[in-house]
């Protein structure tokens, strides 16, 4: 039987999830919901409806699965939390600091209705986690490095576009080369936020608006841009739709560390990704911890889970036994 999986928000993220599970041959799509009116969204899987968020508790018996959709700006804190109480739930939630407050919300609303909830699935926080912990495990005497980009973050340009005055942007997150050359070269060096990325948004604001505003509170804005330098362009309409609509995207993971018995050994594990679409990448690891989060729920668990608990033969449609004699 395939799980049947809702999807909340049709923006990026929401196509992306609708392509993935249109791939998955143990999953079915049974809704879309969204703010709008739904005769106004127009998605690809013939026969599926298109349903109102209002109207949203009619299906709880009819989804096994809600992939949320939303930005972590101002969506996801209180989508997750609230959806976490009629349906098993997946989102891709990554304002870092702001997990653990995220987890503690979304794990008690899960577990009183007795679901599961994944939070902060997709490549970082989720992939690039992961590797982050398995590192860490393997060589405990190093240090950690991420690197972000260059490419478009979904989250930081959902982030910008909701400042007041904003009509449409994109930020664009930039390895400083040199740090990553240093640490690529095993020079372990010593690096704040500022020494390793650059920011670069480009803003088409609305007539009018307040653009030395705009510019400053992008800058100021805790948790996205104000520890970093941050160039801010603002552009025509006509630019940006030229220029600017691309999802490309990547990163490193790096863990440098040494082993022996005066640590005369060194030793480098770099993960990377490079991504023509980061909605569509993002969205296939949602799609693929929804197929876990409905496994452990039939299994009994409950409550709130990240990447880090959940064990890699959940995320596959392979049984047991084709795990271990193709892919271990």
């Not at 409806?49 to 809600?66: A, M, Q």
């Not at 101002?74 to 349906?87: G, I």
């Not at 690096?191 to 650059?198: D, N, S």
């Not at 693929?288 to 064990?311: P, Q, W």
Request: glycine share 8%.
């Amino acid at each position: 039987m395939s799980t049947r999986i809702g999807i909340l928000g049709y923006g990026n993220l929401g196509r992306g999830t609708e392509l993935a599970v249109k791939e998955a041959p143990d999953m079915e799509l049974a809704a879309v919901f969204t703010r709008r009116d739904p005769s106004t969204v127009k998605i690809l899987t013939e026969g599926v409806p298109v349903v109102n968020t209002k109207d949203i508790e009619e299906w709880k018996d009819k989804i096994d699965v809600l992939i949320i959709c939303g930005g972590s700006a101002t969506d996801l804190p209180v989508m997750t939390p609230k959806y976490a109480e009629m349906f098993n739930c997946i989102d891709s939630f990554d304002t870092h600091a702001r997990i653990p407050e995220h987890f503690a919300n979304v794990d008690a609303a899960a577990k009183k209705a007795e679901k599961v909830a994944i939070i902060s699935c997709g490549w970082d926080p989720g992939m690039f986690s992961l590797n982050r912990v398995y590192a860490n495990a393997i060589l405990p005497d190093g240090k950690d490095y991420t690197f972000w980009g260059k490419g478009v973050s979904q989250g930081h340009s959902d982030a910008v576009r909701r400042i007041d005055g904003v009509k449409n942007a994109k930020q664009y997150t930039i390895p400083v080369e040199s740090a990553l050359e240093a640490v690529r070269n095993g020079e372990n060096p010593e690096l704040t936020v500022r020494q390793k990325h650059t920011r670069e948004c480009f803003v088409v604001a609305e007539e009018g608006a307040d653009l030395a505003r705009i510019e400053k509170e992008i800058k100021e804005m805790p948790n996205y841009f104000d520890e970093y330098d941050t160039t801010v362009h603002f552009i025509s309409e006509e630019e940006f739709n030229k220029n600017h609509q691309g999802m490309a995207h990547g990163g490193f993971v790096f863990r440098s560390g040494k082993t022996g018995v005066n640590k005369e050994h060194n030793h480098i594990i770099e993960y990377s990704l490079k991504l023509d679409s980061n909605p569509e990448f993002t969205t296939n690891v949602l799609v693929a911890y929804a197929r876990a989060a409905f496994r452990m729920y039939k299994e009994g668990m409950k409550g709130c889970k990240t990447v880090l608990d959940i064990a890699p033969a959940y995320l596959s449609e392979k049984s047991g036994e084709e795990l271990r004699a193709h892919l271990l």
